[in-house]
């Protein structure tokens, strides 16, 4: 910013997009229209790569015209000709690239096989066995042991202002210019390819460079096909802040003025998919990574499908999340090359379509049979539950009223049985996590984690509870390593969006999660130092539950996640209550984003529940309308499927069946923690506020104003070290 003088856009004169922007959307002479024909298409495309180039990667040069190959050696590795080559190009040729080609036995043309791993990083071998030329660019991150010849760009082309990762893209485009000229190369078949950095660029080379048929990036996350909409730090993974703090030369300094104003991108990773379009590509990632998020994976796909669908070639875009984290193995490279394969003819391979959550609101309204008349129901403000209530008295009759609004909307909840307790703290449970504990370095799960907690005074056991669920109960020691004696308080940590690895996320002692990822998951040691007993939990959906969501609305047409999520937290809370050593009259509930808003849910009609302290999870429902900017109520109905049922008040949010200050009513009289942040993008804090001062009227008629707190400090939507410490304080004071 020094050395250019540029300044953040203006941002309120931009419009807020809080879900993905429609690539099938024209906006042309300040208005916005269906794409129709393949001309308007055609002006779509050459946009939306303005945008991305403008906002997310910076300029590209166009092609040189006078690239020339220089071959520097050759030899026979058995059957296959190895050859190195050495393209010059660009102001005077003093551009170069290092390109290393591996060229089966008999006769061509061969499909191409492209990459920037180098051999010493397996990836070209097995494309070479199916019959591929293996293709290798050195532009890439000089870690994997070569030099990065695109480094030198920066001073050969000084009028652009491409980033590094713009920077490796481009030089994978000029592979394809030298592929160009080889009669042994089939120039209808290039597949490209790269992994985690080299799946970014892979998927941004294939989207600028039409001559690539098909793409598979790989476990690139953030700034490949997660977008930047679904990396916030409510979903624990690598935001834009992150990323453009801790990696700044990837991707354009001018990225970075949009960290938590991910709305206001007029484009998002999606397009680059729809730049691709209709040539191939294939989204691979693993649904368990740190790094990633299955539920924006699903989001980009189905927004790409649909410009896949309007040019008639939806079966050349796959979605595939495996199982495991971030490494690959040879036969993910299998499944690369069956891709390429189908794509370009060669042999026909079954589409991959892997979902992970796999909601629709359309869906469950298939299965469900549900239809609600949303002017059935009469408009309401905050604060209109109260109309007439001017006691304590009337109020406990409102109660019940609110409370079957509420539940109306959580639908039908089966019968069902209760866990049978034990009432010591280490007692024997038959219940488990699951394998993706272990691959999440849970403690349960790995005894050198445990032990390494037990050195910093804490300690950690298995805690049975629900339909045959397992938590984590960390707690504090004293002397010798022997549970610290006296009745514990307890907070139950709610965790955020974290689909990939639930409350695990930000671990410090897991070895699978980089030190870089967001921390949204608060420091149990700093509360167990506190003297807190500490329970830990995967909502369904998210962690070692990632999977189990997939299926439940065919399972239970009538209920809702949100509605499971609840009667799973209120079983956590009967686990651990009985248990000796734990303070039952000091039980706590600690959530963040979905964690707060299914904390408020819980308390609300679980009396033993002593205070919630709610960050960033009260939505105004009847005014998050769309003028606002903000996902509103399809946060609950379309995205993410808590709550089904609200679906049919789009566009009528002022009939919402309940709202935020009915639920924070509720828990009244007990202690209420509301956190909103001031540039919260989710939520308006303006909008927040009123929600909080409908509901302290209650709080006024029970005597007890002072026991809901409203915080709203000046951030964006996150859980950072310096608000845990101030909330860690408010719950040792309740």
């Given amino acids: ?52 180039e403008h906002w997310v990667f910076g300029t590209m040069p166009p092609a040189p015209g006078n690239l020339r190959g220089a071959i520097t050696s050759e030899h026979k590795e058995g059957r296959v000709t190895v050859r190195d080559v050495r393209l010059e190009f660009g102001p005077e040729h003093r551009g170069s690239l290092h390109v290393e080609l ?71 485009m000029r592979a394809v210019d030298y592929l160009y000229t080889l009669p042994e190369v089939d120039r209808k078949k290039i597949g490209l390819t790269g992994h985690s950095r080299n799946g970014k660029q892979a998927l941004l080379a294939a989207a600028f460079d039409e001559r690539i048929g098909a793409v598979v ?34 991707f354009h300094p001018r990225l970075r003025f949009f960290a938590g104003r991910e709305d206001k991108l007029p484009v998002d990773q999606h397009m680059l998919l729809a730049l691709v379009a209709p040539r191939g590509a294939m989204l691979y990632a693993g649904y368990a990574e740190s790094a990633g998020n299955p539920l924006g994976f699903e989001q980009a796909y189905i927004a790409a499908r649909r410009v896949y669908r309007f040019l008639g070639r939806e079966e050349n875009i796959w979605l595939h999340l495996r199982a495991g984290e971030h490494p690959t193995t040879a036969g993910d490279i299998e499944n690369f090359v069956d891709f390429f394969d189908a794509v370009f003819g060669r042999k026909a391979h079954a589409k991959s379509e892997t979902w992970i959550h796999g909601y629709s609101f359309e869906e469950w309204r298939k299965v469900s049979g549900e239809t609600v008349d949303p002017l059935a129901y009469p408009r309401r403000e905050p604060g209109g539950f109260l109309d007439g209530v001017n006691s304590a008295a009337a109020w406990e009759r409102e109660k019940a009223a609110v409370r079957r609004r509420i539940d109306g909307a959580m639908g039908e909840e089966p019968a069902g ?40 005074g804490i300690g950690v056991t298995g805690l049975a509870y629900g339909d045959d669920l397992q938590a984590s109960l960390f707690y504090p020691l004293g002397p010798g390593g022997q549970p610290k004696p006296g009745k514990w308080p307890l907070v139950v940590w709610l965790h955020p969006y974290t689909y990939q690895n639930g409350w695990s996320a930000g671990s410090p002692w897991s070895t699978t999660v980089p030190n870089y990822i967001v921390d949204s998951r608060p420091s149990f040691p700093a509360l167990v130092k506190r003297g807190f007993a500490v329970v830990a939990f995967d909502q369904i959906g998210f962690g070692s539950r990632v999977l189990d969501a997939r299926e439940f609305y065919l399972r239970y047409p009538k209920w809702s996640l949100m509605g499971k999520m609840v009667t799973d937290t209120r079983a956590a809370v009967d686990a651990a209550a009985v248990l000796d ?23 609300g009609r679980d009396p033993r529940i002593h205070a919630v302290a709610a960050v960033c999870g009260v939505d105004p429902l009847r005014l ?75 709080y006024r008629l029970l005597g007890r104003e002072e ?11 996150r859980f950072p070290a310096r608000l845990q410490e101030k909330v860690f304080d408010w719950l040792a004071r309740c």
């Fill in 1 to 52: 910013m020094r050395r250019t003088g540029e300044l953040p856009p203006d941002f309120d004169a931009m419009p807020s997009i809080p879900g993905l922007p429609d690539p099938l959307l024209l906006r042309e002479e300040g208005g916005a229209r269906p794409v129709r024909t393949a001309a308007e298409w055609e002006r779509q495309r050459q946009w939306m790569r303005r945008q991305i």
């Fill in 102 to 172: 591996m060229i089966p036995p008999g006769k061509g043309p061969f499909p191409v096989f492209l990459t920037n791993h180098p051999r010493n990083r397996p990836w070209v071998a097995t494309a070479v066995r199916r019959g591929y030329i293996g293709c290798i660019y050195y532009a890439t991150d000089p870690v994997y042991g070569h030099a990065d010849d695109s480094d030198a760009y920066i001073e050969l082309y000084p009028q652009y202002d491409f980033s590094c990762l713009a920077r490796w893209a481009w030089a994978g």
């Fill in 217 to 250: 990036p790989s476990s690139g996350n953030t700034g490949e096909c997660d977008p930047w909409r679904y990396t916030t730090d409510m979903f624990a993974n690598e935001s834009i802040e992150l990323l453009t703090g801790a990696q700044p030369h990837w």
């Fill in 417 to 456: 049985l209760t866990y049978p307790a034990r009432h010591e703290l280490n007692g024997s449970d038959m219940t488990s996590s699951g394998w993706l504990a272990g691959l999440f370095g849970r403690p349960m799960a790995a005894p050198a984690v445990r032990s390494r907690l037990r050195e910093e």
């Fill in 581 to 603: 050593a734990i303070d039952g009259q000091r039980i706590c509930l600690l959530g963040y984003a979905l964690g707060a808003k299914v904390g408020l849910m819980v308390a």
């Fill in 624 to 698: 998050d309308t769309a003028d606002r900017g903000v996902e509103g109520i399809r946060h609950y109905s379309h995205l993410h499927g808590l709550l089904p049922r609200l679906g049919f008040f789009t566009g009528h949010e002022d009939r919402a069946p309940f709202d935020y200050d009915e639920v924070l009513a509720l828990v009244a009289p007990r202690p209420v923690l509301v956190v909103a942040p001031t540039l919260d993008r989710y939520a308006r804090v303006a909008d927040v506020t009123r929600e909080v001062e409908a509901a302290r009227r209650v």
């Fill in 707 to 717: 026991a809901l707190e409203f915080d709203a400090p000046e951030d964006f939507n």
